[in-house]
């Protein structure tokens, strides 16, 4: 059903993700399908009227009805701990979109690809690694995930399974797992010049998570000779 842009989904499926984060599956008549690093706007309404929206990215990408989210949760947010604590399957839920044109990756691109998320703001970055999967691309990708320790990956399982034209960094800011060789900190330029795809190779990066990561990954990349023009960020925070 659609209503003014706004489509009515189903949730299909809910598993948990890291230590407050939730993946929910919908099924959404008249979804068309997504590019991977596309959004949406999610619409809860109160029994007074009142609404709340949000945005959220979605870690699903390609044709059909089908679409997965991925929400942490922000404790005094709106929306989020509805969708991560209370949400269940048969339960419906309105959403809008796909959203955005520019924090994306097509399979017919053949450039290397690095990929920078910082906890939840894997993602997208997830949508783009589905993708690459999907279509059996031979682009290089390779991702660098920071978060505060093991137990708060989002898609833990999955990214650490093999996966053709695919190599996964881990970098710990808070716990590290035993024995772990780098020790726990944020991310740094010197992480960036050893893990990531050389400048000379002239990758395309995406980057995603809060604000202030973002913009220190963002700053390191320029600094260590990335074109900026090549570097697609995408930022958020609790509300």
């Not at 709340?52 to 009805?65: F, Q």
């Not at 710990?172 to 795809?197: C, K, Q, V, Y």
Request: hydrophobic residues 40%.
């Amino acid at each position: 059903m659609v209503t003014g842009g706004w489509m009515v989904g189903t949730v299909v499926e809910v598993r948990a993700e890291a230590t407050s984060g939730r993946a929910i599956v919908l099924e959404v008549p008249g979804w068309g399908g997504n590019i991977a690093g596309q959004h949406l706007d999610a619409r809860l309404t109160a029994p007074d009227g009142y609404q709340a929206v949000r945005s959220y990215s979605l870690a699903s990408a390609g044709e059909g009805e089908r679409l997965e989210l991925a929400v942490d949760r922000f404790p005094h947010g709106e929306v989020s701990p509805y969708l991560v604590d209370e949400l269940r399957i048969g339960d419906e839920l309105e959403v809008r979109g796909p959203l955005g044109g520019w924090f994306v990756w097509r399979p017919d691109q053949t450039e290397p690809v690095q990929l920078i998320g910082g906890g939840s703001g894997i993602v997208p970055l997830m949508a783009m690694i589905r993708s690459h999967r999907a279509a059996r691309s031979t682009a290089e990708f390779r991702l660098l995930y920071s978060l505060r320790g093991e137990e708060d990956a989002f898609f833990r399982e999955e990214l650490t399974q093999p996966s053709p034209g695919l190599a996964v960094t881990w970098l710990f800011t808070r716990r590290t797992p035993t024995g772990w060789p780098r020790p726990a900190s944020r991310i740094t330029a010197a992480d960036l010049e050893a893990e990531a795809i050389p400048v000379g190779r002239s990758p395309s990066v995406f980057v995603c998570g809060p604000t202030g990561f973002v913009e220190a990954v963002a700053t390191n990349l320029v600094e260590l000779g990335h074109d900026p023009h090549r570097i697609k960020t995408e930022r958020f925070g609790g509300s």
